[in-house]
């Protein structure tokens, strides 16, 4: 009987935390669902269009702070993006050897705290069309409208544009954009 018992607890609790994913309003990225209940990893590992960035994330030993509690907002390179880079860079920024300069790479696409699209939007206005944002590596994002769009200019003057904007996270929020930053 207690055998019983623990079945049904078990389908029970699996019955609960299906429905109450399925109540979520989710955003889809490469093809999955983006859980705000899961935190940026969780989601972002479900990304057909993002197996590139969370190789990397790996590589460089992220993986525990993004899991973390942030808050992050995070503009995420598609493996398009990361497919536009020179042939070879990726693979040589994965070697243990690079570790450093990948981290530096990819924290410069992290922003502490929780910017939304409006909160973006906002921050250029008030800044007369451009709002520089500090990264967790130390660097700076210009953040400018182009359109509807965002678009985000790296340290060296080069672009990318926010393409899924507000996938929101239990610890911040994802924007997915169309090209690497460089710091």
Same mark, same amino acid.
């Given at each position: 009987?207690?055998?019983?018992? /623990?079945? +049904? ?11 109450? +994913?399925?109540?979520?309003? &989710?955003?889809?990225? #490469? ?12 989601? %972002?590992?479900?990304?057909?269009? !993002?197996?590139? @960035? ?6 460089? $030993?992220?993986?525990?702070? @993004?899991?973390?509690?942030?808050? +992050?907002?995070? +503009?995420?390179?598609?493996? =398009? ?11 040589? /920024? ?9 981290? #530096?790479?990819?924290?410069? !696409? ?9 909160? /973006?939007? =906002? %921050?250029?206005?008030? #800044?007369?069309?451009? %709002?520089?944002?500090? &990264?967790?590596?130390? #660097? ?6 182009? $359109? ?23 610890? $911040?929020?994802? !924007? ?8």
């Amino acid at each position: 009987m207690k055998t019983l018992k /623990l079945i +049904f607890s078990i389908v029970a609790l699996s019955a609960i935390s299906q429905v109450s +994913f399925a109540q979520e309003k &989710t955003v889809t990225v #490469g093809g999955a669902p983006m859980y705000p209940s899961k935190n940026i990893i969780e989601n %972002a590992v479900n990304s057909k269009d !993002h197996t590139t @960035l969370v190789a990397a994330v790996k590589a460089a $030993g992220l993986v525990e702070t @993004l899991s973390g509690p942030g808050p +992050f907002t995070v +503009f995420a390179p598609t493996n =398009k993006a990361f497919d536009k880079l020179p042939k070879g860079t990726v693979e040589t /920024l994965v070697k243990p050897e690079n570790k450093e300069t990948l981290t #530096g790479i990819l924290t410069y !696409h992290v922003v502490a705290g929780k910017m939304s699209a409006a909160d /973006l939007m =906002k %921050a250029i206005k008030d #800044g007369g069309g451009k %709002a520089t944002l500090k &990264t967790v590596s130390g #660097g700076t994002l210009t953040a400018m409208q182009k $359109g509807k769009k965002i678009e985000l200019m790296d340290a060296k003057g080069g672009t990318s544009t926010v393409t899924i904007a507000d996938v929101n996270q239990s610890n $911040g929020v994802i !924007h997915v954009i169309d090209t690497v930053l460089m710091p």
